[in-house]
């Protein structure tokens, strides 16, 4: 059920409640979420390689194209859409500071992992129709960036003390 309910924030996403709805939930079901959006992404390509009959996966049992399947694709595609997901926070930071508004790395990066529903949804659309090139994965980063700038907006400035 929380899982239901993340997917149907994170999708009004940069829509203010939904904002500080998802901000509440723990860091750890946002990852679990993520997992599960990654493995959802790569239900194309393992579908594509299931159904190939050249390649290194060609000619492997069942179980052993699972094992190469997670190692050589989803784990390398977990690794990477966490460290872009980090660059984004990370320079999220930078903007909020030059904002001067109140908020985190932590919830930067939850945020930014949020916004990441919509253009994984579409992709794993696309995929099963269409061949996809690397200029989507470009977009997609611009998507988040341009989505986390629009966020930082929303969150109140500091306080200057005296």
């Known amino acids: 059920m929380i899982f239901l309910r993340t ?20 860091m750890d079901i946002t990852v679990v979420y993520l997992f599960i959006l990654l493995l959802l992404v790569s239900i194309p390509s393992f579908v594509d390689q299931l159904t190939s009959n050249s390649g290194a996966g060609a000619d492997m049992n069942l179980l052993f194209l699972l094992i190469y399947f997670f190692i050589f694709y989803y784990l390398p595609l977990t690794i990477i859409v966490f460290l872009f997901i980090s660059l984004i926070a990370f320079s999220g930071t ?69």
């Open 7 to 26: 997917f149907l924030n994170s999708i009004k996403l940069p829509d203010k409640q939904a904002m500080f709805t998802l901000n509440r939930i723990g």
């Open 94 to 162: 930078g903007i909020a500071k030059l904002l001067g508004r109140k908020i985190r790395f932590s919830m930067l990066w939850k945020l930014s992992a949020y916004t990441t529903t919509i253009p994984f949804i579409i992709y794993t659309i696309l995929a099963f129709f269409f061949s996809i090139n690397h200029v989507f994965a470009g977009l997609f980063i611009l998507y988040s960036f341009l989505f986390m700038v629009k966020m930082i907006t929303v969150y109140p400035k500091r306080k200057i003390r005296k």
